[in-house]
């Protein structure tokens, strides 16, 4: 299929969170935002125009706010609105809620303003960043009017639609399109002009827009108190405005069909014009099903259609009934939302009611009463497919239809599913799709999103892609469904056939399941460094029989090579884009290899033209290299299995685990999950990823044992042992030991292990291993995986048998830590993360008795994202207990869970007092006088009483079982970062700070909102560019420890680990000793601050040389001792913050794009290290009364 | 007036208290030399008229910090005596270490043993260094003091 070239035409290729914000910036003046996934790009797209000065409709620059919270922006946008200046904002989920108090506010006070809401699940037994409709829900009783976009040119006409009905009803609206389905796919649209938008505003209700604005130049209050004799009354005048939404709403939809051709009705009907089955629903899932619908219709003669709800507050029930065919006679109403305990889900009561006032009311303009069903489907991105939308058919067609069913899942616990055909799908007419395998580091993304530009600039065809991602941050598998055709592309869901399918990964195959999806004879292209002779048998069973079965065409090309000869060391994408153009004939290669160059050109031109011409080499050596393979008849290799789990793993992690890594999670049944969101830990040593292509290999001769490369691994996949040296009698060949030296070291033995399949390959530890041979190598280098892993794999089984010799529990040296076994291992965490090390920390000094309570943000989603969990525990089964709750209310849920140890602490030291006569007096008395420091021989006496108190009688002896175990005191930490800390959750920060209570909190400071992409908050410094400080930051960062250190009560410290080990790990400490609340701020150098991570803890390092990073601490303890309350742990600046600064993308980009701004604000940042460095030092010598030297003879 | 420092550092803190040292002596108007010991010839120590402050750390069990591993190993197989050398060691560790401050304890006892004249007993600052530091700080300006006659 060679396309025809595009004509001049308004169609543009957008995903549908810019369509959306393209239309809220141009008919807005002022806008706050706040991220969350998935609508934050939304707000940091309005951010960058302002930024750059783009106008909206009045060619005027709307100017952006970014607040502490969503609460905030409600808040805000309360406020601009009274004040009489147009304002939106976007948001999703948890967002959502926390905007509900002002939208009541709003609604009740007629306030017109627009929130566009990329529609997703609201966390309940877990969190999930993805799509479904119960944060709009639970918005329904606000008063806010609902308009719902089923797909990426709705979203943008509906918003538009919003805006101006807004105005003209006066009544706000929330316009939602779901979550990453609509939000995030790319779509060929109608682009909506200046001139549409324009005409669509009722400039009088403008003008009295303005005129309704709070100023003191025609004086009115707002907001009263109203008593019984007043609220009822005042509350029930705003319904004339609600009676007339729904005509405005038509009437402004009518208006823009007329300018744009487009148009829209509150009730859409799809289908049969004589339906008898109808399914009623909004979303993008109304697509699958109305094209489902007519492909049915069409090829078997049924009689389906579909409803979709557009305005779905205020509903209107005439309008409702009008959109339904008189010849229905069952319905079924699908809600992608669960409200456990109602009557029905909200959509489903609400086609209910309106049916009985049809009948009742308005006539019985339908001639029967139709049967009604409802279900849920789509719950957190499930997928909904076609063939779903054919099993609420048949179920709808079955004698007896199931009613609040399910489908997409198994439940097999309440039998509410719907069983569907997986063979089941349609095809999409004129179009083509594509499928490509990718990693989240290696590009394949972008090039594709390229490729679709591409195709849709160049020809007339529409498209449409889509990306999935898992859930890791480096190393995560990347699919990347493309599909362009003649028609509009209308097919929400995954490819199910595709054309053509490439895996940019050689490890992929065999692993990921790539070829279920190829069409028959589909092209399968394989990125492999493997001969082309040699290609076929490298190929498992099941690959080679897939390949033979669907007569594929398979193509192969070494990428790697290619790459590597033209300089371009391991960036593949170009180069199987090129592929990808070469073996589809959708443009003339020679077309899309000269467009792909353009683009190179605009990519990379900033990085100048060697890099461009690099690239241009590589596109132009591709097809030289790309080998068809000639396919045999018959599988060449026996069937094997993939051993996804080990034999000896528990049952959960075979039953469950396994599934989730083998990509089958979908097909679990209900029955196969723990409830109530409790999930077990330890399961993330299973996982094996083998994501390094290298790995750090250990040289036993030159290592000092200085254990530096473990304590800075962000994975824990350094470890170091001391062992006797008799263990190595069985140790199998290769494995690498030395004698120990240290203190004891006769007959001792050390090894250092590298888990090879857990490294990332962040290269940190070789970057700072301290110890180099003659040679110049380091006693840890990296070396290629491949040759040495099942080597490694044999010296690890080995090195994990060996019996370590005990260390004294008491220390803990920047040494000896890392002999302790790490309880936060091979976590999903970025490669090279510097966070990562500060919790391992904790696992290793309070692991046993660990109870965190982790705000939302990167920390829970690489401390708890499925499918595996890094906390594990010891050999005695004790280990890290963690828990999310949500972003903003960590400190308060943290405080929660210390109070609630400490009662059953409490209430275990005094029943163990009441019954100390029952138990035995001496040894009661014993226990209570046992240090705090001495958790061991606590456990031992624990173990004691519980033998004795199983043979008490009674109730108090049964109630101090039930606690027992708690006579250890719990150490609750608090975790997060620093847009929890500084922003949404800082005034429960404050207040948990200040009550006292004895929680640890530790900030982990990446001074940015990492986990939605790098977001500015409070704690971003001046002079760095930031997503949200797209003109780089003005004002300072805030100062969290100076704040803390003014209530005088609370243990206050700021650390950088590859700074000052000993002092984090003396902070720690201190922090967890202190019977008060202690805050500590550690420094996490990020990826979002444009830096090689390999380097983390140098830039940590630099940060404190040049007073960026103070060191320091505040221990109220020792007001009563000789030691000062504050001290530096820090010396005086020994480079200007420049040197620190000017290594950093964040703060370099400012002076590539705005160097004078960067030249200012640098000066900026110099003067504030100044100041705050004279003010500590003040502080520090204000505590050292002896710090005078009058009497040392100098004067 | 002028004295030399003579750091061994492997994490910069023995260099920080150099620096702060070199502060302290700016003030007072004593002129002063900061070497890094890792690129120090120790052989010229025969030749320093001044008074030496060497600050050392303590690494991997009683080792030298790893950067001067080879200067270290120099001056403790010296021979040649240093009867005109006059010093002072202000050792670093970390007493949670079995080897306290051995680094610093064993440059101390070979200065001496190749007869050089201590001019201040060792001091050994364990992790609260960046305050016991101010202690010694006095010692050893008073003693300085001593040595240049600006005793009051
Ligand atoms: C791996 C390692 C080993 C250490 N070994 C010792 C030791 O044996 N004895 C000691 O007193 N201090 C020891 N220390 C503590 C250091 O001497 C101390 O941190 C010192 O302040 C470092 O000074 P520097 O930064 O100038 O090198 C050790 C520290 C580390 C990290």
């Given at each position: 299929?060679?396309?025809?070239?595009?004509?001049?035409?308004?169609?543009?290729?957008?995903?549908?969170?810019?369509?959306?914000?393209?239309?809220?910036?141009?008919?807005?003046?002022?806008?706050?935002?706040?991220?969350?996934?998935?609508?934050?790009?939304m707000?940091?797209?309005?951010?960058?125009?302002?930024?750059?000065?783009?106008?909206?409709?009045?060619?005027?620059?709307?100017?952006?706010?970014?607040?502490?919270?969503?609460?905030?922006?409600?808040?805000?946008?309360?406020?601009i609105?009274?004040?009489?200046?147009?304002?939106?904002?976007?948001?999703a989920?948890?967002?959502?809620?926390?905007?509900?108090?002002?939208m009541?506010?709003?609604?009740g006070?007629?306030?017109?303003?627009?929130?566009?809401?990329?529609?997703?699940?609201?966390?309940?037994?877990?969190?999930?960043?993805?799509?479904?409709?119960?944060?709009?829900?639970?918005?329904?009783?606000?008063?806010?009017?609902?308009?719902?976009?089923?797909?990426?040119?709705?979203?943008?006409?509906?918003?538009?639609?919003?805006?101006?009905?807004?105005?003209?009803?006066?009544?706000?609206?929330?316009?939602?399109?779901?979550?990453?389905?609509?939000?995030?796919?790319?779509?060929?649209?109608?682009?909506?002009?200046?001139?549409?938008?324009?005409?669509?505003?009722?400039?009088?209700?403008?003008?009295?827009?303005?005129?309704?604005?709070?100023?003191?130049?025609?004086?009115?209050?707002?907001?009263?108190?109203?008593?019984?004799?007043?609220?009822?009354?005042?509350?029930?005048?705003?319904?004339s405005?609600?009676?007339?939404?729904?005509?405005?709403?038509?009437?402004?939809?009518?208006?823009?069909?007329?300018?744009?051709?487009?148009?829209y009705?509150?009730?859409?009907?799809?289908?049969?014009?004589?339906?008898?089955?109808?399914?009623?629903?909004?979303?993008?899932?109304?697509?699958?099903?109305?094209?489902?619908?007519?492909?049915?219709?069409?090829?078997?003669?049924?009689?389906?259609?579909?409803?979709?709800?557009?305005?779905?507050?205020?509903?209107?029930?005439?309008?409702?009934?009008?959109?339904?065919?008189?010849?229905?006679?069952?319905?079924?109403?699908?809600?992608?939302?669960?409200?456990?305990?109602?009557?029905?889900?909200?959509?489903?009561?609400?086609?209910?009611?309106?049916?009985?006032?049809?009948?009742?009311?308005?006539?019985?303009?339908?001639?029967?009463?139709?049967?009604?069903?409802?279900?849920?489907?789509?719950?957190?991105?499930?997928?909904?497919?076609?063939?779903?939308?054919?099993?609420?058919?048949?179920?709808?067609?079955?004698e007896?239809?199931?009613?609040?069913?399910?489908?997409?899942?198994?439940?097999?616990?309440?039998?509410?599913?719907?069983?569907?055909?997986?063979?089941?799908?349609?095809?999409?007419?004129?179009?083509?799709?594509?499928?490509?395998?990718?990693?989240?580091?290696d590009?394949?993304?972008?090039?594709?999103?390229?490729?679709?530009?591409?195709?849709?600039?160049?020809?007339?065809?529409?498209?449409?892609a889509?990306?999935?991602?898992?859930?890791?941050?480096?190393?995560?598998l990347?699919?990347?469904?493309?599909?362009?055709?003649?028609?509009?592309?209308?097919?929400?869901?995954?490819?199910?056939?595709?054309?053509?399918?490439?895996?940019?990964?050689?490890?992929?195959?065999g692993r990921?399941?790539?070829?279920?999806?190829?069409?028959?004879?589909?092209?399968?292209?394989?990125?492999?460094?493997?001969?082309?002779?040699?290609?076929?048998?490298?190929?498992?069973?099941?690959?080679?029989?897939?390949?033979?079965?669907?007569?594929?065409?398979?193509?192969?090309?070494?990428?790697?090579?290619?790459?590597?000869?033209?300089?371009?060391?391991?960036?593949?994408?170009?180069?199987?884009?090129v592929?990808?153009?070469?073996?589809?004939?959708?443009?003339?290669?020679?077309d899309?290899?000269?467009?792909?160059?353009?683009?190179?050109e605009?990519?990379?031109?900033?990085?100048?033209?060697?890099?461009?011409?690099?690239?241009?080499?590589?596109?132009?050596?591709?097809?030289?290299?790309?080998?068809?393979?000639?396919?045999?008849e018959?599988?060449?290799?026996?069937?094997?299995?993939?051993?996804?789990?080990?034999?000896?793993?528990?049952?959960?992690?075979?039953?469950?685990?396994?599934?989730?890594?083998?990509?089958?999670?979908?097909?679990?049944?209900?029955?196969?999950?723990?409830?109530?969101?409790?999930?077990?830990?330890?399961?993330?040593?299973?996982?094996?990823?083998?994501?390094?292509?290298?790995?750090?290999?250990?040289?036993?001769?030159?290592?000092?044992?200085?254990?530096?490369?473990?304590?800075?691994?962000?994975?824990?996949?350094?470890?170091?042992?001391?062992?006797?040296?008799?263990?190595?009698?069985?140790?199998?060949?290769?494995?690498?030991?030395?004698?120990?030296?240290?203190?004891?070291a006769?007959?001792?033995?050390?090894?250092?292990?590298?888990?090879?399949?857990?490294?990332?390959?962040?290269?940190?530890?070789?970057?700072?291993?301290?110890?180099?041979?003659?040679d110049?190598?380091?006693?840890?280098?990296?070396?290629q995986?491949?040759p040495?892993l099942?080597?490694?794999?044999?010296?690890?089984?080995?090195?994990?048998?060996?019996?370590?010799?005990?260390?004294?529990?008491?220390?803990?040296?920047?040494?000896?830590?890392?002999l302790?076994?790490?309880?936060?291992?091979?976590?999903?965490?970025?490669?090279?993360?510097?966070?990562?090390?500060?919790?391992?920390?904790?696992?290793?000094?309070?692991?046993?008795?660990?109870?965190?309570?982790?705000?939302?943000?990167?920390?829970?989603?690489?401390?708890?994202?499925?499918?595996?969990?890094?906390?594990?525990?010891?050999?005695?089964?004790?280990?890290?207990?963690?828990?999310?709750?949500?972003?903003?209310?960590?400190?308060?849920?943290?405080?929660?869970?210390?109070?609630s140890?400490?009662?059953?602490?409490?209430?275990?030291?005094?029943?163990?007092?009441n019954?100390?006569?029952?138990?035995?007096p001496?040894?009661?008395?014993?226990f209570?006088?046992?240090?705090?420091?001495?958790?061991?021989?606590?456990?031992?006496?624990?173990?004691t009483?519980?033998?004795?108190?199983?043979?008490?009688?009674?109730?108090?002896?049964?109630?101090?079982?039930?606690?027992?175990?708690y006579?250890?005191?719990?150490?609750?930490?608090?975790?997060?970062?620093?847009?929890?800390?500084?922003?949404?959750?800082?005034g429960?920060?404050?207040?948990?700070?200040?009550?006292?209570?004895?929680?640890?909190?530790?900030?982990?400071?990446?001074?940015?909102?990492?986990?939605?992409?790098?977001?500015?908050?409070k704690?971003?410094?001046?002079?760095?560019?930031?997503?949200?400080?797209?003109?780089?930051?003005?004002?300072?960062?805030?100062?969290?420890?100076?704040?803390?250190?003014?209530?005088?009560?609370?243990?206050?410290?700021?650390?950088?680990?590859?700074?000052?080990?000993?002092?984090?790990?003396?902070?720690?400490?201190?922090?967890?000793?202190?019977?008060?609340?202690s805050?500590?701020?550690?420094?996490?150098?990020?990826?979002?601050?444009?830096?090689?991570l390999?380097h983390?803890?140098?830039?940590?390092?630099?940060?404190?040389?040049?007073?960026?990073?103070?060191?320091?601490?505040?221990?109220?303890?020792?007001?009563?001792?000789?030691?000062?309350?504050?001290?530096?742990?820090?010396?005086?600046?020994?480079?200007?913050?420049?040197?620190?600064?000017?290594?950093?993308?964040?703060f370099?980009?400012?002076?590539?794009?705005?160097p004078?701004?960067?030249?200012l604000?640098?000066?900026?940042?110099?003067?504030?290290?100044?100041?705050?460095?004279?003010?500590?030092?003040?502080?520090?010598?204000?505590?050292?009364?002896?710090?005078?030297?009058?009497?040392?003879?100098?004067? | 007036?002028?004295?030399?420092?003579?750091?061994?550092?492997?994490?910069?803190?023995?260099?920080?208290?150099?620096?702060?040292?070199?502060?302290?002596?700016?003030?007072?108007?004593?002129?002063?030399d900061?070497?890094?010991?890792?690129?120090?010839?120790?052989?010229?120590?025969?030749?320093?008229?001044?008074?030496?402050?060497?600050?050392?750390?303590?690494?991997?069990?009683?080792?030298?910090?790893?950067?001067?591993?080879?200067?270290?190993?120099?001056?403790?197989?010296?021979?040649?005596?240093?009867?005109?050398?006059?010093?002072?060691?202000?050792?670093?560790?970390?007493?949670?270490?079995?080897?306290?401050?051995?680094?610093?304890?064993?440059?101390?006892?070979?200065?001496?043993?190749?007869?050089?004249?201590?001019?201040?007993?060792?001091?050994?600052?364990?992790?609260e260094?960046?305050?016991?530091?101010?202690?010694?700080?006095?010692?050893?300006?008073?003693?300085?003091?001593g040595?240049?006659?600006?005793?009051?």
């Amino acid at each position: 299929m060679i396309a025809t070239p595009a004509a001049e035409s308004p169609r543009i290729t957008r995903d549908g969170n810019e369509a959306v914000a393209s239309v809220a910036y141009r008919m807005s003046e002022l806008i706050s935002i706040y991220p969350i996934t998935p609508s934050t790009s939304m707000a940091e797209l309005c951010d960058e125009w302002s930024a750059q000065g783009k106008p909206n409709l009045w060619d005027e620059i709307p100017q952006v706010s970014q607040m502490q919270s969503e609460g905030g922006v409600a808040g805000t946008m309360h406020g601009i609105t009274m004040g009489g200046t147009l304002s939106t904002t976007f948001t999703a989920s948890q967002g959502l809620l926390l905007m509900i108090p002002n939208m009541y506010k709003l609604a009740g006070e007629l306030t017109p303003n627009v929130i566009h809401v990329s529609a997703r699940a609201i966390a309940t037994n877990a969190l999930s960043i993805f799509g479904d409709h119960s944060d709009v829900m639970a918005c329904r009783q606000t008063g806010y009017a609902m308009l719902a976009s089923n797909s990426v040119q709705e979203a943008q006409d509906l918003a538009a639609i919003s805006h101006a009905a807004t105005l003209s009803s006066r009544v706000p609206f929330l316009h939602f399109f779901d979550g990453f389905r609509t939000s995030h796919e790319i779509n060929s649209l109608d682009y909506v002009s200046n001139e549409t938008l324009l005409d669509l505003i009722d400039d009088k209700a403008l003008d009295e827009y303005y005129q309704r604005a709070l100023t003191p130049d025609a004086p009115t209050v707002r907001g009263t108190a109203q008593n019984p004799d007043t609220y009822f009354q005042a509350r029930e005048a705003v319904n004339s405005f609600y009676k007339e939404v729904p005509t405005i709403v038509q009437a402004t939809m009518d208006r823009f069909a007329e300018k744009t051709g487009r148009s829209y009705k509150l009730f859409d009907y799809y289908g049969h014009p004589e339906a008898e089955k109808v399914i009623v629903m909004m979303g993008s899932g109304v697509e699958t099903a109305a094209e489902t619908a007519a492909w049915l219709n069409q090829n078997q003669g049924t009689k389906y259609g579909i409803v979709a709800v557009r305005l779905y507050r205020p509903f209107n029930t005439k309008a409702f009934i009008h959109s339904l065919p008189k010849t229905v006679k069952s319905i079924a109403v699908l809600d992608r939302t669960k409200e456990p305990g109602s009557i029905g889900e909200p959509l489903y009561l609400d086609v209910t009611f309106a049916l009985r006032k049809a009948s009742r009311c308005l006539n019985n303009c339908l001639p029967h009463d139709p049967e009604l069903i409802g279900g849920r489907y789509g719950i957190g991105s499930k997928e909904f497919t076609p063939a779903m939308v054919k099993a609420v058919f048949d179920n709808l067609e079955s004698e007896t239809p199931k009613d609040h069913f399910t489908v997409g899942i198994r439940d097999d616990v309440t039998n509410q599913s719907l069983d569907w055909d997986k063979s089941f799908t349609i095809q999409i007419a004129n179009a083509q799709s594509a499928l490509f395998f990718g990693l989240g580091s290696d590009g394949t993304v972008g090039a594709n999103k390229n490729t679709i530009k591409i195709i849709g600039e160049a020809t007339d065809l529409y498209t449409q892609a889509y990306f999935v991602y898992d859930s890791k941050k480096s190393g995560g598998l990347t699919t990347s469904h493309l599909r362009f055709g003649a028609d509009p592309i209308k097919a929400p869901y995954l490819i199910e056939e595709s054309d053509f399918v490439g895996c940019h990964q050689p490890q992929f195959v065999g692993r990921v399941d790539m070829l279920s999806k190829i069409a028959q004879g589909g092209t399968f292209l394989i990125n492999t460094s493997t001969d082309a002779d040699e290609v076929w048998h490298s190929l498992p069973h099941d690959v080679q029989e897939a390949i033979i079965e669907k007569q594929l065409k398979l193509h192969v090309i070494d990428a790697y090579k290619v790459a590597g000869e033209s300089g371009m060391g391991r960036r593949i994408n170009t180069i199987m884009q090129v592929c990808y153009f070469a073996l589809s004939d959708v443009l003339p290669t020679e077309d899309a290899i000269s467009r792909i160059k353009t683009s190179i050109e605009k990519t990379y031109g900033r990085k100048g033209p060697k890099i461009v011409a690099m690239n241009c080499a590589a596109v132009d050596a591709a097809l030289a290299f790309l080998k068809q393979i000639k396919i045999p008849e018959k599988p060449t290799n026996a069937p094997a299995s993939i051993e996804w789990i080990p034999d000896s793993a528990p049952d959960f992690v075979k039953r469950v685990t396994g599934p989730l890594l083998a990509g089958q999670g979908d097909l679990l049944p209900v029955s196969a999950f723990p409830i109530g969101g409790v999930w077990p830990s330890s399961t993330s040593q299973y996982e094996k990823r083998s994501i390094a292509s290298a790995i750090p290999v250990w040289d036993a001769e030159t290592c000092t044992q200085c254990n530096k490369c473990s304590l800075f691994c962000p994975h824990a996949a350094i470890r170091p042992k001391i062992y006797c040296e008799s263990e190595l009698e069985n140790a199998p060949q290769g494995f690498k030991s030395t004698a120990y030296n240290g203190p004891g070291a006769e007959d001792k033995a050390f090894t250092i292990q590298v888990y090879p399949q857990d490294c990332t390959g962040c290269n940190a530890c070789v970057e700072l291993c301290p110890a180099t041979n003659a040679d110049g190598r380091r006693a840890i280098e990296m070396e290629q995986l491949a040759p040495i892993l099942d080597q490694e794999k044999e010296s690890l089984a080995f090195f994990q048998e060996i019996a370590e010799q005990t260390i004294d529990p008491t220390i803990a040296t920047a040494k000896s830590i890392a002999l302790r076994q790490p309880l936060f291992e091979f976590s999903g965490a970025c490669s090279g993360c510097t966070q990562t090390p500060y919790i391992r920390l904790l696992s290793q000094l309070f692991g046993d008795r660990l109870l965190i309570a982790n705000a939302t943000g990167c920390s829970s989603i690489y401390g708890g994202n499925l499918p595996t969990t890094p906390y594990c525990s010891d050999a005695n089964g004790r280990g890290p207990a963690w828990a999310n709750s949500l972003f903003e209310d960590n400190a308060e849920f943290g405080l929660g869970l210390h109070l609630s140890s400490k009662w059953r602490s409490e209430t275990a030291r005094t029943l163990l007092q009441n019954l100390d006569q029952d138990i035995g007096p001496e040894e009661v008395t014993d226990f209570l006088s046992i240090p705090s420091k001495d958790i061991d021989k606590k456990r031992k006496a624990i173990e004691t009483f519980r033998t004795r108190l199983q043979k008490i009688k009674g109730s108090k002896s049964t109630r101090l079982l039930q606690h027992l175990d708690y006579l250890v005191e719990k150490s609750t930490w608090i975790v997060g970062g620093d847009g929890w800390a500084y922003d949404i959750g800082f005034g429960g920060l404050d207040h948990v700070l200040a009550t006292g209570a004895n929680v640890n909190v530790l900030v982990l400071d990446t001074e940015v909102y990492s986990n939605t992409g790098g977001q500015s908050s409070k704690a971003t410094p001046t002079g760095a560019q930031a997503k949200f400080a797209a003109k780089g930051k003005e004002l300072p960062k805030k100062d969290l420890g100076q704040i803390a250190m003014s209530y005088g009560g609370i243990y206050v410290a700021q650390i950088a680990f590859g700074a000052n080990e000993q002092q984090t790990l003396d902070v720690l400490r201190e922090a967890e000793s202190y019977q008060g609340p202690s805050l500590v701020i550690g420094y996490g150098p990020c990826l979002a601050h444009g830096i090689d991570l390999s380097h983390g803890p140098a830039r940590q390092k630099s940060a404190v040389d040049s007073g960026y990073w103070p060191l320091y601490r505040f221990d109220p303890r020792n007001a009563d001792s000789d030691l000062p309350v504050f001290r530096l742990d820090s010396f005086a600046p020994s480079i200007p913050v420049a040197d620190f600064m000017l290594n950093e993308n964040r703060f370099r980009s400012l002076e590539r794009s705005n160097p004078e701004r960067a030249s200012l604000l640098l000066e900026r940042a110099q003067a504030q290290v100044d100041s705050r460095w004279a003010r500590l030092e003040a502080m520090a010598a204000a505590g050292l009364e002896d710090d005078d030297d009058e009497d040392d003879g100098w004067g | 007036m002028k004295i030399t420092v003579i750091y061994g550092t492997e994490t910069g803190n023995c260099k920080g208290l150099a620096a702060k040292v070199a502060k302290k002596a700016a003030k007072n108007g004593v002129d002063i030399d900061v070497i890094d010991l890792a690129t120090y010839d120790i052989d010229q120590l025969a030749s320093l008229e001044e008074p030496l402050l060497i600050i050392i750390s303590t690494w991997d069990d009683g080792a030298p910090p790893p950067k001067c591993e080879a200067t270290f190993n120099k001056l403790m197989e010296r021979e040649e005596p240093l009867p005109d050398l006059r010093y002072t060691v202000l050792a670093l560790g970390d007493t949670e270490y079995p080897l306290f401050c051995e680094c610093g304890r064993k440059i101390d006892a070979q200065l001496a043993e190749l007869g050089a004249t201590r001019l201040l007993e060792r001091t050994d600052l364990g992790a609260e260094f960046m305050v016991t530091y101010i202690g010694w700080s006095k010692r050893f300006w008073k003693m300085l003091a001593g040595v240049f006659g600006k005793a009051a």
